[in-house]
């Protein structure tokens, strides 16, 4: 069941018992739990259908996105943990890619060692010869995504998406 999440962000930074954590479990009948998948839980079976992983019992009907993927973009993450950090590596091979990062996530780099053990993936960031669709842009995430917004002619419409406070993406 879901919780709004303003009753949770009352609970959270209430000084008082009765509008607290213990308030949220005895009207939820359990702990309030947020809506994501914690280390070593497995993930939603939404996950493996748009990936295209076939998993007994998983429902087939779903078409997967990635092989039509058009353009990657990456943002905001070490890359570090798997399944998530081989998703780069899951769209088609002309599809470009773009990572927004305050740094250079070192496990999701090509390496030429690597390579000659047969495992070619990752971003090619610092193989020219090679690289033909990586973009590395080194930045915190908001500023990454106005310039890139400002770049393909969207920044005023993000501009006036954020001072409206989100709300409806339909004409972005």
Known sequence: EQVPIEEVKEAVFSDEEESGWRSLRAR?????KPDITFFGE???DR???LVGIDLPGLATNVEPDFPSCDLLIVMGTSLAVRPFSALVDMVPPTCPRILI????????????????????????FDDEANNYRDVLHLANCDDGV??????????????ALVEA???????F
């Open 47 to 49: 996950f493996y259908q």
């Open 165 to 171: 406070g989100g709300g409806d993406t339909q004409g």
């Open 42 to 44: 497995r993930l939603p």
């Open 146 to 159: 106005a310039q890139l917004c400002e770049l393909i002619g969207w920044g005023e419409a993000l501009n």
């Open 101 to 124: 990062n305050r740094e250079v996530p070192s496990g999701a780099l090509y390496h030429p060692i690597r390579a000659m053990m047969g495992d070619t993936k990752g971003f090619r």
């Open 28 to 32: 939820y009948g359990g702990l309030v």
